[in-house]
C-alpha cells in the first residue's frame, strides 16, 4: 500500500515565506525585533549598516545600546504604555552609532500577537532621516535669517521714511520763508 500527501499548500507556504524573509532582508529599513522585554532578537542588514553594530553585538540587549540620552524618561514610558497596550507607536529618536556618531530616525513599533491574541514580540521598523533633519534644520536657519532680514529692511525703510519726511520739513521751512519773501517783494512791486 502507497500513501500519498498532498503537499501543494505547504509548498506555497514555504515559498511565501522566502519571499517575505527576502524583502525583511533586503528591506531599505531598518527592522529589529526584539521579544516582549524589549530584547533584540533579529536585526536586518540595514540595521548593521545604519548603527555600525554587528548582530552578534546586539543580539539579547536592549535597544537602549543606541540610545543617545536626548529622549526622556516620559517619552519612553509612553511607548512602551503604547505598545504594550497593543498599538503601534510612532516617532523619532535621535540615537547613537556604535562609533559615537549620532543620527537621526523616524520608527514605527508594533506589537506582534500569537494566534490568541497575545503580545510574544515587538517589531521596529525605522527610517535613517538624519538628511532629512538637516535639511529640516538649515531651512529653519534660512528662513530665520530671512525673517531677521526683513526686520532689518522694514526698520531701514521705516528709518529712511522718517529721514525723507523730517528732510521735507527742513527744506520746507526756509523754502516758505523764500516763497513768502519773493511773493512780498511782488506785491510791494505791483504797489509802487
Known amino acids: 500500500m502507497v500513501t500519498f500527501i498532498d503537499i501543494t499548500e505547504r509548498k506555497r507556504a514555504e515559498r511565501e515565506l522566502r519571499k517575505l524573509s527576502t524583502v525583511v532582508e533586503q528591506s531599505p529599513s531598518v527592522i529589529v525585533i526584539t521579544d516582549r522585554a524589549g530584547n533584540i532578537e533579529y536585526t536586518n542588514p540595514k540595521f548593521l549598516e545604519v548603527t555600525g553594530y554587528t548582530a552578534e553585538e546586539v543580539c539579547g540587549k536592549n535597544p537602549r545600546v543606541l540610545q543617545s540620552g536626548e529622549t526622556t524618561i516620559d517619552e519612553y514610558k509612553r511607548l512602551w504604555n503604547t505598545i504594550l497596550s ?53 531651512l529653519k536657519q534660512a528662513l530665520d535669517d530671512l525673517a531677521r532680514a526683513n526686520l532689518d529692511l522694514k526698520k531701514a525703510n521705516d528709518a529712511r521714511s522718517l529721514f525723507l519726511a523730517m528732510m521735507s520739513h527742513e527744506i520746507r521751512t526756509p523754502l516758505n520763508a523764500i516763497i513768502g519773501m519773493t511773493a512780498f517783494k511782488e506785491i510791494g512791486r505791483a504797489h509802487v
Open 86 to 138: 497593543g498599538q503601534e507607536w510612532r516617532g523619532q529618536f535621535h540615537n547613537r552609532k556604535k562609533n559615537g556618531d549620532l543620527y537621526w530616525e523616524e520608527a514605527v513599533i508594533a506589537p506582534i500577537k500569537n494566534e490568541n491574541g497575545k503580545i510574544t514580540n515587538f517589531v521596529a521598523i525605522k527610517e535613517d532621516i538624519t538628511r532629512r533633519k538637516s535639511s529640516e534644520e538649515k
